[in-house]
């Protein structure tokens, strides 16, 4: 791992109103490393991985440094060119569209600016969509509409949709929600291998401590907009005032 972070968010505040979402977080994420976000309902998990995809209008106070460079403000579709991908807690394919074609779609949009649509370019696409497929496991269904395949299955191919975009760092929006215990540990572990084999640095909010425990090198809790806590699986596991909060209101 090199010295300088890939990602530097630092005092970052959000507000709706006068409600405060976000009350000052800083965080800093290795290159290569996979951190696992947790805490309460409506810690502000979900606005802090809006404010550094560049999904939140309005913007957000603070800075946000991707390698270096400041995003900031920046327009999600600007700071996807650069290398942040994200998937979001409800799948966002386009369920009318077969798997092949949601996958088309993804490196359709890859160069950036408007689908450079032409039939001797999807022709190329094709095989590539296919390869993508297999690896997130979903050939066989590449002529079933999105809306046709499970819940499950829709996760992987918005990973696979993803990933197809190459990024440097990923944002997953609760990967595993909304599915059952065994199915959640085979998408993760999945997931998992692509982002390990492309040293893809991963950023992910998830409630399952299991998972968490499993898949983070670093975890952080957030409480009321802030960083409550931040370590490795052990010393989270330790702490008490995280027990208290977050880890005693589930055992
Ligand atoms: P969860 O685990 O339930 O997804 P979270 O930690 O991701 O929670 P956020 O979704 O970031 O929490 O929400 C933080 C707080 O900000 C919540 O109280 C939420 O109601 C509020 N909030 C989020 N988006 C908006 C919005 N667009 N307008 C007003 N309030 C919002």
Redesign the pocket.
């Known amino acids: 791992m090199s010295e300088t972070p890939l990602l530097v968010a630092r005092n970052i505040h959000?507000t709706?109103?006068r409600?405060v979402?976000?009350a000052g977080v800083d965080m800093a994420l290795a290159r290569g490393e996979r951190r696992a976000l947790i805490?309460?309902?409506?810690?502000?998990?979900?606005?802090?991985?809006?404010v550094i995809g560049g999904q939140q209008p309005g913007g957000a106070g603070g800075t946000v440094l991707f390698d270096g460079r400041d995003i900031s403000g920046a327009t999600p579709q600007a700071i996807a060119r650069l290398g942040i991908g994200r998937t979001f807690?409800i799948s966002r394919t386009f369920r009318k569209l077969t798997v092949l074609e949601n996958m088309l779609a993804a490196l359709l949009g890859n160069g950036g600016g408007a689908f450079a649509l032409s039939a001797r370019r999807l022709r190329e696409l094709r095989a590539p969509a296919l390869a993508m497929l297999r690896e997130v496991g979903l050939a066989e269904f590449a002529r079933e509409p999105a809306e046709a395949i499970s819940h499950g299955d829709r996760k992987r191919l918005e990973f696979g949709m993803v990933l197809a975009t190459r990024p440097r760092l990923l944002l997953l929006?609760?990967p595993t929600a909304g599915m059952g215990l065994a199915e959640r540990s085979a998408l993760m572990e999945m997931m998992v291998r692509h982002i390990a084999e492309r040293d893809i640095t991963l950023l992910f909010?998830e409630?399952d401590i299991d998972i968490v425990f499993r898949f983070a090198d670093v975890i952080t809790v957030?409480a009321r907009?802030k960083v409550f806590a931040e370590g490795t699986p052990a010393e989270i596991a330790a702490d008490r005032a995280v027990q208290d909060i977050y880890l005693g209101a589930r055992h």
């Open positions: 959000k709706y109103g409600f979402a976000l805490g309460p309902n409506g810690a502000g998990k979900t606005t802090l991985v809006s807690q929006d609760e909010v409630h957030m907009g």
